[in-house]
Every structure is written in C-alpha cells, then in structure tokens.
C-alpha cells in the first residue's frame, strides 16, 4: 500500500510525502513529486523513518525500578489511566491545578497532536509552560518589526530575486526544500552569500561565505546599513510610504562604520563595503534568517537588524524578495477553542476540576530545571509529550536532579524509549504521523495539509488527545471542548471568513491532501508596510567569561532533527558515530588539543569529554558541537545541554544556546 502523508516533524518544509506500508508498518519513505515545494524528494532524516519506528513503544508500562533506570512492568490502559487518574486528582485536591505542569514541544506540528492536549490542563488550571525553547525570540523581533510572520513565497525567488543572503541559517540543512528555489534563482543570476560563524553545507553552496563573531549580526547589519545610507543606496520612497523611525536607525547605523563593525565581528572591512554595494546595487534582495541566529543574549535585537535590511533597499516591492523568518502568520485559522484557549479567559466555570484562572502560573520550558528544583510551592505532576527534555532542555544535570525527586509523579507520553521516558512512573505509547489524523500548517511555505489515519495504531499506541480525553472522563471534566475529536478540532480551526483560506474546507483537504492558501498574486506582504525602524536595535555581542574564553554554538547536525532520529544507527553513523567538538587550529594550539583526541568541554554548568576535530570551519573564539545527540553515543555518556545555562534572550524569552562561554582542554589518559 502506498499512500500520502505530510511529515509531521519540527521543520519548515512540512514535505508531502508518500508512504510504503505493508502488513500495517512503515517500510518506505519518498518525497511526494505533485506538492510544488516537496518536488519528489525526502530530506536524509525522513528517508530513514522507517528504522526509528522499529523500535517504538508498544504498550502502556509502569515504573518498576528506580527512576532513570529505564525499568518497567507493562500494564493495561485500564490499569494506566486508573491509576494516573487517582494520584493526579489526589495532587489536584491537596495542592490544586499549579501543581502540574505539561511539558511539551513540536514532536508533532499536527495542531490536533501537539495542540490540543492543552484543553486538559487548562481545563484543571495547571501552571501554564511558555513555548519558548527554539522560536519566540526571532517571532518577538519579527513581530516587533512588521507585524505578522510573513514572507516572500519561495516559488517566487527564482524568477525575481537578484541577491540572497542566507544569514544565521544552515538552509541546507534545515529548510532544504528552499534549495531548489535558489538553485534556479542562482542559475538565472542571483549571487548566493552566506554569513554565518562557521562552515557548514550552506556555506560551500553559497558563492562567498563570511564568518562572524557569534551574537555581532547587528554590528554587521548596522555596517551594511551604514554604507547604503552613505552611498545613496537607500530607496527613500518606499521608506516615507511604508516605514517608521527610519531617521532614528539611520544615526544609529552612523556610528557603525565598517572600520568599527570589522573590529567587532571579525567580517574583514573590504568584504563589508563590498557585500553593501552589491545589495544595493541588486535592490532585488531575498535574505532568509533563521531561528539559530536568535539564540544569543541579543539575539532578538539582531534578527530585527538584519531583516530591517531589504526594507532599507525596497525590496518588498518585489515579489519573491523581502526577509524569511516564518509563513506561519498567513495561516489564519481560528484557533479560539485550540487547546482549550477561551479557558484562559477565566470565563464559564463547569463542574469537575475546571477552575478557571487568568493568573495561572507559568515556566518558561527553558528553565524546567529551576522549576523541577527550586519552584515554590512545588511542581507535583509533570506530564511530558511531544517532547525530550533531559536532551534539549538547558542545565541537565539539574533537570535529571529534578525528575529524580520521589515526590514528582511522572508521566511521559512517547514513540520510543527516549532518556525522559526513562524517567516516567508511568509510560504511555503514542501513534505514529500515520496512525492519526491532523491539521498541518508549515512556517517554510503556505500549503495547508490534512492527514489521514493510513493504517490502525501498531500494538496499543494511542493519540495523545486519546489519553487526555480518557483522563478528563475519569476526574469528571464537563468542558466539551475536551472530548472534541480531530475532526471536530478541525473543522473549528477552519471556521474563519478570511480570504487566504476562501474554498479550503476539510472535505477539499480530505480530497486533495493539500491545498495552497488564497494568496494575492504576486505575494508582496509589506509593499506598503509597515516597518518600524523605531525603536533602533541593540547592539548586544556575546560575551564569553575569563575562565571559558571561547563560545560553544550547538546547530543542529545535517542527520539530526532535534532529537527524533536520535535512536537511527544508520544516521548515527552517517554522522560520524558521536558528537564530534569542531576547534580552530589557533584555538587548538594555545590549548595543546590534538585532532582526533579526547578533550574535556567545561562550561560554569558542567563538563562533557567530546573528540576533537581541528578544522578552519569555526571562526576562532568559537567551538562548535553540532546536532542533539542522545547521551548514549557520547564518550562519556553526557548530551551538551550539560554545558547550557537557562539564561534567555533580550525578547521572546528564548534559548541562548548559542552563547554558551566554555573552555577546552585535552583529556590525559594514564
């Protein structure tokens, strides 16, 4: 059987996909050739799905040793949900609802599986966890900047754009179905450039790479703007049409001459004059930023520099050009009932334990280690879904130290045996993209997508919302909204008059599998604005610390996404078998590290022994450990985020892995 399904995973291309299934398993993955942005192939991730399936959990179990330890005694669902369902109303009853919080993420980006489930917990007033481990930093700036996270649409780039800057973003490896599309641009003309600290595939398929000190984009940014405002490459008119505060930035940029922005960044100064003149000179710019760019203390502030770029040029007048962060804003669904959302407004109290609270406590998910360890009164339940986060939340040593406590009542809802599910009193097996059905967006194109179910669940996998719905029955929950199935989830999120989404409905998705949203052609988001200049942004550089005078950057790794595939020998191999420390030949030598030799990696969180590679690829000053690896390919069986603090951005309240001031020194074996 070969049918289509959208990838569910946490990426911007939201590929179409065709599936091999035979006896009811996952034997084949392939890119599907009639979606206009998928175009027939699979990123090398996807190709391997099938391999990460083999060993998926298959029925409900119960902790049995000591916590960590990874041992279990299977059960029935009766048996699982009964009893989490009577320690968790023991919890509500003595401490109330803030005494649980979910912890979740984009295992999924269905919004029925990864949405959803929040109508539960909203419904029993738990603490409320802020999504902010990977996007809000880059969607505060950008929304800070123009509004709505809108961009050019990618099947306009090759046609129209002239210049591309792929800045802060490995695109060829997390956005890879945009390479065609600059393929084409480039073949037509368009010169590619790269700006990013070190080099990664992106950087060999640019036409020029420059390498910058992590957290100076705006340094740099001012530079460029510098010498536009200077040689009269600005377009004025689109400026006094469409922006606000523009004079305010331009003093600004003044005194970041590209002299002093050099200085800072390590971009020598004759490449910045000539990247300025060479964008101002093509007007027709599309500049792609990513989300990694922002994960820096100052990381909001120069994601808004540098996108404030094309606007200086009137490039948004054009289709295809412009800056990319995210599509996700042109998707306007109605998402009132989502996740159980209209309970936050503190209105229509029910029966049960809905007790609605508009002051209801929230944790940043990037400092889940101060709330497992330090919170007071104290987190009592966590749920986890849709997530791993003794691999990708900051501080594990303390997040372990948390999951530890006798006293926190554990529930993971997972695929396969992550290091977090090892740490569940209770483990509960979750379906496949294939097994359910979902509502797909995408933040890296404006196709909308529905999944259907392909085959039944394997063994006793459940949805997530099937769980959460079986535990609002067993407290007694009245909010309907909680016993919505995906359909009906569906059809509600569907349930808007706005024009982008004019003939879609879900029987048309049913139909078609996906549907492109009603666009206005050609797309020109902000050809009339509005850009705010104004206020001007910070210049904040990442500062390393006298004892760990290099900064660690953690991007993620051509094979890995997150995670997910994390469990795939195949893709643990092809990526070299373990996570490898990439260092500067000057920063090697002052430290006496060797290639291919064992070195200790400290930060003032931890220590983690890593191999070596001495290569040119990083700036120097800068080490670089690429992709999340689970903990148990490491030499010395520890993930980075050992080394990773819980400090957060300048805006949106995001990650700083980016910024990590470490020290390196190689391991003396007797």
């Known amino acids: 059987m070969k049918a289509r399904a959208t990838c569910p995973l946490d990426c911007p291309d939201a590929c179409s996909l065709l599936l091999t299934l035979e006896e009811g398993r996952l034997v084949r993955v392939e890119g599907d050739p009639n979606h206009p942005v998928t175009r027939g192939f699979a990123c090398a991730k996807t190709y391997r799905y099938p391999e990460r399936a083999k060993a998926r959990l298959l029925h409900p179990m119960r902790r049995v040793g000591r916590k960590g330890e990874g041992r279990f005694e299977r059960i029935s669902w009766e048996e699982a949900l009964g009893e989490i369902a009577e320690r968790l109303k023991a919890i ?77 973003i490995n695109s060829l490896s997390t956005n890879s179905h945009l390479t065609p599309f600059l393929k084409e641009a480039r073949r037509r003309g368009a010169k590619v450039v790269h ?35 200077r040689e009269g490459l600005v377009d004025w008119a689109y400026l006094r049409e469409a922006a606000t505060g523009v004079e305010e930035f331009q003093r600004k940029a003044e005194d970041w001459t590209p002299a002093r922005a050099s200085a800072l960044t390590g971009v020598p100064e004759e490449a910045i004059e000539r990247l300025a003149r060479e964008l101002g000179e093509a007007k027709r710019v599309f500049v792609r930023v990513g989300y990694g760019m922002t994960r820096h203390p100052g990381g909001g502030n120069a994601l808004r520099a540098v996108i404030l770029l094309p606007a200086l040029l009137g490039a948004w007048r054009y289709p295809g050009c412009g800056a990319m962060l995210s599509t ?56 986890v879904f849709n997530s791993n986060p003794v ?145 001007p942004p910070e210049v904040i550089p990442t500062e390393p610390l006298p004892d760990y005078p290099l900064i660690l950057l953690t991007p993620p790794a051509h094979r890995f996404l997150n995670t997910t595939y994390g469990n795939v020998r195949e893709l643990v191999e092809a990526e070299g078998g373990e996570p490898v420390l990439l260092i500067h030949p000057l920063d090697a030598a002052a430290r006496g590290v060797t290639d291919g030799g064992l070195v200790y990696l400290r930060s003032p969180q931890g220590q983690v022994v890593r191999k070596a590679r001495v290569t040119e690829a990083p700036i120097p000053g800068t080490v670089v450990l690429e992709g999340t690896w689970w903990e148990k390919w490491a030499p010395d069986g520890k993930g980075v985020n050992h080394l990773t603090s819980e400090r957060l951005t300048d805006l ?4 700083t892995f980016h910024s990590t001031p470490v020290e390196v020194e190689p391991l003396r074996l007797a």
């Open 92 to 168: 509500l009853d003595a401490h109330g609802g803030e005494a649980v919080l979910p912890y979740h993420y984009a295992g999924t980006m269905g919004l029925v599986e990864n949405q959803h489930p929040l109508a539960f917990f909203r419904a029993i007033g738990a603490s409320e966890l802020e999504e902010t481990i990977c996007s809000t930093a880059g969607s505060a700036a950008w929304e800070m900047t123009y509004g709505p996270r809108l961009a050019p649409d990618p099947e306009e780039i090759p046609e129209n754009a002239r210049y591309i800057l792929l800045w802060g």
């Open 195 to 229: 700006v990013d600290p070190y080099e990664n595939p992106t950087s060999r398929f640019a036409h020029e790479h420059l390498k910058l000190r992590p957290g100076t984009d705006a340094a740099l940014a001012y530079a460029l703007a510098h010498v536009l405002f």
């Open 328 to 383: 996700s804003g042109a998707f306007p669904l109605n998402k009132r009932f989502l996740g159980g959302r209209h309970l936050l407004e503190g209105a229509h109290p029910h029966e049960g334990y809905f007790r609605p609270n508009p002051q209801v406590r929230r944790v940043n998910m990037n400092q889940l280690a101060s709330a497992l360890t330090r919170l007071d009164p104290p987190i009592r339940a966590l749920f």
């Open 391 to 535: 691999v990708v939340a900051p501080n594990t040593g303390r997040v372990k130290e948390g999951l530890l406590r006798e006293d926190l009542f554990t529930v993971v809802l997972e695929q396969v045996m992550t290091e977090t599910a090892r740490y569940a009193d209770y483990l509960l097996p979750a379906t496949l993209f294939y097994e359910h059905p979902d509502l797909y967006t995408s933040y890296g194109h404006y196709y909308l997508s529905w999944n259907e179910p392909l085959v039944p669940p394997e063994g006793e996998a459940r949805p997530n919302t099937w769980v959460f719905r079986e535990l609002a029955r067993r407290l007694g929950l009245k909010e309907p909204t909680l016993y919505w199935e995906a359909e009906d989830v569906a059809r509600s999120l569907l349930d808007t008059d706005h024009p982008y989404l004019e003939g879609i409905t879900l029987e048309r998705l049913k139909r078609e599998g996906f549907v492109k949203l009603h666009l206005p052609k050609p797309f020109l988001p902000f050809a009339k604005g509005p850009v705010r200049f104004s206020p």
């Open 652 to 655: 949106g309240g995001g990650s």
